[in-house]
């Protein structure tokens, strides 16, 4: 069965911390890693990965993917108030339903002033 | 401004009843999906569609049932067999059902009266 799992489930941090989430997958026909910021509501993308050990980058958040140890991080650099959300990482499979995305439990990330 | 629209944002089921939560897009997406989500557990996929008139169930299907008659529309409907319909629903869309990204409407939130 296809598993992605996510850790920490919750985090609470101060304003300016970095923070390092995790995603750690076991799945079969590995296709892309994804991952989205849900605030309050609609879950809102931030990466895709496909290749290992090629970082991508967005303002202070990046993130990076080993295919090898099947696991990707996301970090968050000087946390601001607005980047608390639940950060979800998901998992898209090659097989012939297509695009498909298996996603795990999610992060709650919660950064105080 | 393009974009998935769900209404209505929060809806209350009486025993017995069927109600139906609506998803409009208008990024002229081919393929659309809906997801279930519970408290502290990531997104499971109840439906969904590649094209017009074609629809799949996902892992959760069981009492719940959808339709696709417009490319933007894909409506669903909880039925009096789904016993346990309380959750925040999310309704996402993508460019084509090979494509990895899916974009989010920001929910309906479903009670149980």
């Known amino acids: 069965e296809d598993k992605v799992v996510q850790s920490p489930l919750s985090l609470v941090v101060h304003e300016g911390d970095t923070v390092t989430l995790n995603c750690s997958y076991e799945?079969?026909?590995?296709?892309?890693l994804l991952w989205y910021k849900q605030e309050k509501k609609a879950p809102t993308f931030l990466f895709m990965l496909?290749?290992?050990?090629i970082e991508k980058k967005s303002g202070r958040l990046s993130s990076i993917l080993d295919k090898k140890e099947l696991f990707s991080i996301l970090n968050i650099t000087a946390t601001q108030t607005g980047d608390s959300a639940i950060y979800l990482c998901?998992?898209?499979?090659?097989?012939?339903?297509?695009?498909?995305?298996?996603f795990g439990g999610g992060t709650r990330l919660m950064v105080k002033p | 401004d393009g974009g998935i629209t769900q209404s209505p944002k929060y809806l209350f089921r009486k025993e017995g009843q069927n109600v139906t939560l609506s998803c409009e897009q208008n990024?002229?997406?081919?393929?659309m999906y809906w997801y279930r989500q519970d408290p502290g557990q990531g997104l499971r996929l109840i439906y969904y569609?590649?094209?017009?008139?074609?629809?799949q169930k996902g892992d959760i299907a069981e009492g719940y049932s959808v339709s696709r008659e417009k490319k933007e529309s894909f409506p669903l409907t909880v039925t009096s067999a789904q016993k346990n319909p309380t959750a925040f629903y999310l309704c996402?869309?993508?460019?084509?059902?090979?494509?990895?990204?899916?974009?989010f409407g920001a929910g309906t939130r479903l009670s149980v009266l």
């Open positions: 996402a869309s993508s460019p084509r059902f090979s494509g990895d990204i899916q974009y």
């Open positions: 799945v079969t026909n590995f296709r892309s």
């Open positions: 496909t290749s290992s050990g």
């Open positions: 998901a998992v898209n499979l090659w097989d012939n339903a297509g695009n498909m995305l298996t």
């Open positions: 990024l002229n997406h081919d393929a």
């Open positions: 569609s590649q094209i017009v008139n074609d629809f």
